[in-house]
């Protein structure tokens, strides 16, 4: 079993509809990453949380560390939010550093007009 | 103010041969993480360098290594190349002390014949 888990692996929406995508994890972590990812490769950080909820426009995360769950919330999606959302923890680890992420394989979503 | 630049795009190598990626972090960060991204997978760590020292590292085997130099730009070196190595090798920068995301650059598509 994956250290983190993403569902659904893919996701068709149409354009206004709110979206949910889950990501559990079962390791200790000092932080959960929301990234997204566009056809080119490039990876966008969206959130880092490590507790409660944030918000940032149309975009909401979730953060639950007892049940070691999140989620990222779109509101009125649009065809540009078309994306692999990856969900991404960071391991308890020695010094600040937020390396060695552990990735979540990825949600594809497409959100048609 | 310049982000995460990796060079090059795009390489072709064949099985056998040896590689080297860079990168260079955005402006002000110290540390630097390399990550290998299979086909529809989620990227997975490789190494972590800081201080001109690698940190921490992932379940590569030592064909892998790396290096810092003093301004914080990165390599990553691979050796014997298989064809399982093809991948998008992404670099992601950050500040060691800070407790913010990471950075990452666009990748390196690295194809083995």
């Known amino acids: 079993k994956n250290e983190v888990e993403q569902s659904p692996q893919n996701l068709t929406a149409q354009e206004g509809e709110f979206i949910t995508i889950n990501c559990s994890y079962s390791?200790?972590?000092?932080?959960l990453h929301w990234l997204q990812q566009h056809p080119g490769g490039g990876i966008v950080s969206l959130f880092m949380l490590s507790s409660g909820k944030k918000k940032h426009g149309r975009l909401i995360a979730t953060i639950n560390i007892q049940e070691k769950h999140s989620s990222l919330h779109i509101t009125a999606s649009h065809p540009r939010d078309s994306a692999v959302y990856i969900c991404?923890?960071?391991?308890?680890?020695?010094?600040?550093?937020?390396?060695?992420?552990?990735f979540g394989k990825g949600t594809k979503l497409s959100v048609k007009p | 103010d310049a982000g995460v630049t990796q060079s090059p795009t795009h390489l072709i190598k064949t099985r056998g041969q040896q590689v080297t990626l860079r990168c260079s972090p955005k402006s002000g960060h110290d540390t630097v993480s390399w990550y290998q991204q299979a086909l529809g997978q989620g990227p997975q760590f490789i190494f972590q360098y800081y201080e001109e020292e690698e940190r921490q590292r992932g379940n590569f085997p030592d064909r892998f290594s790396g290096h810092q130099f003093p301004n914080y730009s990165s390599e990553l070196n691979v050796n014997a190349l298989l064809l399982g190595d093809s991948a998008l090798y992404l670099c992601a920068s950050s500040l060691f002390s800070g407790f913010k995301p990471q950075h990452f650059g666009d990748g390196t598509r690295l194809s083995i014949l």
């Open positions: 991404a923890v960071s391991r308890v680890n020695y010094g600040g550093s937020q390396g060695n992420l552990i």
């Open positions: 390791v200790g972590i000092s932080a």
